[in-house]
């Protein structure tokens, strides 16, 4: 009986099961990315934006979008914008025709403008995509903050001038100690030198003294 077959198949599982942790990534679904808070000023035009990875090309036939909003977290969502073979308009109350798709789904973005926004559009936003083959639903949450006014810029001029301050200050320091720490090895090193000449003459006259006694 030949013995080659049995080693051929160690050889195909192993070939098998690298293609299965290659697939691996596509079978997980998915990857939303998308800012969890934004700050948009009233009256202003503003810009959710909501993109994603996918392991496969987008397909318009099998691809499918929804942008839902919430006015509180307990609150039904409302579906105002979705992608069906195309972009559809569901034209709520709330929205009148103020929402425009800025995104584009080949590109992996699905985003969209909000304009003329109002106080009460402040609320979560969600955004549903769905790629076939994959089998998971992205998903990403933006919850939609509206201002009054633009805050105040800081002014970040003191905060300059204390951190240069601070710093000058600490360079000086270390300056110092540097200057302080070499005047003193110097001192150190000439105590240790003077004391080295003093052992030697000690030494010296230690030895000329019995020489003298010999005499």
């Known amino acids: 009986m030949s013995k080659e077959p049995w080693v051929l198949r160690p050889t195909l599982c ?29 009256g202003s035009s503003v810009r959710l934006s909501c993109t994603f990875n996918s392991c496969y090309k987008v397909e318009n036939k099998q691809f499918s979008l929804n ?23 569901w034209r709520l109350d709330r929205f009148g025709n103020r929402v425009e798709f800025t995104g584009n789904p080949s590109k992996n973005d699905v985003s969209f403008t909000l304009h003329q926004v109002q ?5 979560t936003y969600n955004c549903y995509v769905m790629n076939p083959p994959d089998r998971h639903r992205g998903h990403a949450r933006i919850f939609l903050k509206v201002i009054t006014e633009v805050p105040p810029e800081r002014d970040s001029t003191v905060a300059v001038i204390v951190g240069a301050s601070v710093g000058g200050f600490l360079a000086v320091v270390i300056l110092v100690l540097v200057i302080v720490k ?16 003093t052992e030697e003459e000690g030494k ?12």
């Open 204 to 215: 010296t006259d230690g030895e000329g003294n019995p020489e003298e006694g010999t005499k």
């Open 119 to 123: 106080l009460e559009d402040e609320g």
């Open 182 to 197: 070499c005047v003193r090895r110097k001192k150190q090193q000439k105590l240790n030198t003077d004391d080295q000449k």
């Open 14 to 42: 192993l070939t098998g099961l690298s293609l299965l942790v290659s697939l691996a990534p596509c079978g997980l679904g998915m990857e939303i990315t998308a800012q969890s808070t934004i700050s948009a000023l009233n």
């Open 67 to 89: 942008w839902t909003y919430q006015e509180c977290e307990n609150c039904s969502e409302e579906l105002f914008l979705q992608f069906r073979m195309k972009i559809v308009h």
